[in-house]
Nanobody, 123 residues
Framework: QVQLVESGGGLVQAGGSLTLSCAAS????????MGWYRQAPGKQRELVAA???????NYADSVEGRFTISRDNAKNTVHLQMDSLKPEDTADYCC?????????????????WGQGTLVTVSS
């Protein structure tokens, strides 16, 4: 099986910074797209940022220029550097990975989600 574990959430004042990390573990052959999503109370989950295996990125308009997504393919990790945080960035942040795993001698494709980490930005 494959698991994603996030870390780095917490409470920060507006204008501050946080870095979220997500590590994948298990019978991983390769990881394609990796991304960060967030869900604020009473709102739908939205894509924050994504990065493919080649390093190409895309961001939600609301975080463009403030957040930076990066990944370390050797360590199967993805990071989200969040700067100039705003109260409206408060949400539960989850990472997601498109994983090819080796199970029982066969390659299988999974979309795996982490458990989430809470980010709270105070005004």
């Amino acid at each position: 099986q494959v698991q994603l574990v996030e870390s780095g959430g917490g409470l920060v004042q507006a204008g501050g910074s946080l870095t979220l990390s997500c590590a994948a573990s298990g019978s991983i052959f390769s990881i394609n797209d990796m991304g960060w999503y967030r869900q604020a109370p009473g709102k739908q989950r939205e894509l924050v940022a994504a990065i493919n295996s080649g390093g190409s990125t895309n961001y939600a308009d609301s975080v463009e220029g403030r957040f930076t997504i990066s990944r370390d393919n050797a360590k199967n990790t993805v990071h989200l550097q969040m700067d100039s945080l705003k109260p409206e960035d408060t949400a539960d942040y989850c990472c997601k990975a498109a994983v090819v795993a080796v199970l029982g001698g066969a390659y299988k494709y999974f979309e795996v989600w982490g458990q989430g980490t809470l980010v709270t930005v105070s005004s």
